[in-house]
Structures are given as structure tokens and as C-alpha cells.
T-cell receptor, first 111, second 115 residues
Framework: SQQGEEDPQALSIQEGENATMNCSYKTSINNLQWYRQNSGRGLVHLILIRSNEREKHSGRLRVTLDTSKKSSSLLITASRAADTASYFCAHSGAGSYQLTFGKGTKLSVIP | KAGVTQTPRYLIKTRGQQVTLSCSPISGHRSVSWYQQTPGQGLQFLFEYFSETQRNKGNFPGRFSGRQFSNSRSEMNVSTLELGDSALYLC??????????????FGPGTRLTVT
């Protein structure tokens, strides 16, 4: 399988703390994306980082990409209870809309 | 702008039956992809359509098929249902153009239960 791996599988933190999730993948990529999923519902796109970018910010989110290590990390700063969800990284190859997803990190933010 | 819509939202079928799921992409989006999500296998790509043509297909048996209409709406069909087909089926649409520049927008999914 070309599925990536996410680490940790589950993360529990207090509100206000930062949450860091890591993602590794196996193939060369064109871009890497992070999605959030609330309890068995649809996926919500959070951020996209292209293969020639190293870091990207969006609000309380910071994503890094290291193509030499085939890894990415998502940092959520000042977490809120509403951030409780599963987070997935996904990547696609050149010219393709096909996404390969990691197994996800289940984040619980305790109020 | 309305989001991606999927119908029905929930479905219960019996082994051996067939099922058709529908997806309406965001207006103006011409690429539609389908994914299957199960607790064991996670999110897996089924197929992708663009301008009524299947461009990519995942590693699923021939019982899984799909099509896209001229208005970009898409359907997927699963014939001879098996218990293992129980899953959340997600549809995603994207803006045509350079795939590396565009995120995908997902619908709420159809929860299929096979008994």
C-alpha cells in the first residue's frame, strides 16, 4: 500500500496547548494536503502545501514539508475544544487529483 | 455557493443487492472523485472523473463502477454487495486546472450498511 503513516494515532491535550501531528509518505509528491474530519462526517480541507514549499501558515495552522525525509507536520496552536476531530494528511502525484491518505490522527482537546 | 451534495446520506442494503450513490459537485467543478472509508482500511481512492471520462481508478473489484454526466454530476454503483462494502462513501470535487494547485471539496458522505 502507498498509504502514508501518521503519528501519533491519537493525541489528547488541554485547551490552549499546541498540537503537533506528523505524516510520512512513500512516493514522490506534487502537493500535500491536510484535512479534518469530525466524527464520521465529510472531510474539510485545511491547507495545501506544494512540493517546492517548505512551510505554510493559515490562521492557527502551520504546516511544514520535508521532501527529502518524505514527511510533513501540522501544528495547531492555542487549541480549542472545537478542534477535536481526526486529522488526515493526503498527497497527490503530478497532474493527478487522486489523493492517497494517511491513517489519521485522532485529536481530543479537553476543555 | 452550495457545497458538494451526496444522496442518500444513509442506506441499508442486503448482501447480493446493488446500490447507486449520487454526488453533485460544486457548481463549476468538473473533476469528481470517490473514496471509500472503513475503520480497517481507512480512506481509499475509488475513481476520478473529469468531463464524463474516468481518468483514474483505484484498486477495487469490477463490482465498483461509476460514471459522470454532462452536468458533472456523478454516480457510483456497487453490484452484488458484500458485507465488507459497508463503509462511508465520500465524493469530492475540484476546480479543473493544475491539480497541484487545488484542494478538493468533500461532501458529507453516504453511510452504506450491508446486512
Amino acid at each position: 500500500s502507498q498509504q502514508g503513516e501518521e503519528d501519533p494515532q491519537a493525541l489528547s491535550i488541554q485547551e490552549g496547548e499546541n498540537a503537533t501531528m506528523n505524516c510520512s509518505y512513500k512516493t514522490s509528491i506534487n502537493n500535500l494536503q491536510w484535512y479534518r474530519q469530525n466524527s464520521g462526517r465529510g472531510l474539510v480541507h485545511l491547507i495545501l502545501i506544494r512540493s517546492n514549499e517548505r512551510e505554510k501558515h493559515s490562521g492557527r495552522l502551520r504546516v511544514t514539508l520535508d521532501t527529502s525525509k518524505k514527511s510533513s507536520s501540522l501544528l495547531i496552536t492555542a487549541s480549542r475544544a472545537a478542534d477535536t476531530a481526526s486529522y488526515f494528511c493526503a498527497h497527490s502525484g503530478a497532474g493527478s487529483y487522486q489523493l492517497t491518505f494517511g491513517k489519521g490522527t485522532k485529536l481530543s482537546v479537553i476543555p | 455557493k452550495a457545497g458538494v451534495t451526496q444522496t442518500p446520506r444513509y442506506l441499508i442494503k442486503t448482501r447480493g443487492q446493488q446500490v447507486t450513490l449520487s454526488c453533485s459537485p460544486i457548481s463549476g467543478h468538473r473533476s469528481v472523485s470517490w473514496y471509500q472509508q472503513t475503520p480497517g482500511q481507512g480512506l481509499q481512492f475509488l475513481f476520478e472523473y473529469f468531463s464524463e471520462t474516468q481518468r483514474n481508478k483505484g484498486n477495487f473489484p469490477g463490482r465498483f463502477s461509476g460514471r459522470q454526466f454532462s452536468n458533472s454530476r456523478s454516480e457510483m454503483n456497487v453490484s452484488t454487495l458484500e458485507l465488507g462494502d459497508s463503509a462511508l462513501y465520500l465524493c469530492a470535487s475540484s476546480v479543473p486546472g493544475q491539480a497541484e494547485s487545488y484542494e478538493q471539496y468533500f461532501g458529507p458522505g453516504t453511510r452504506l450498511t450491508v446486512t
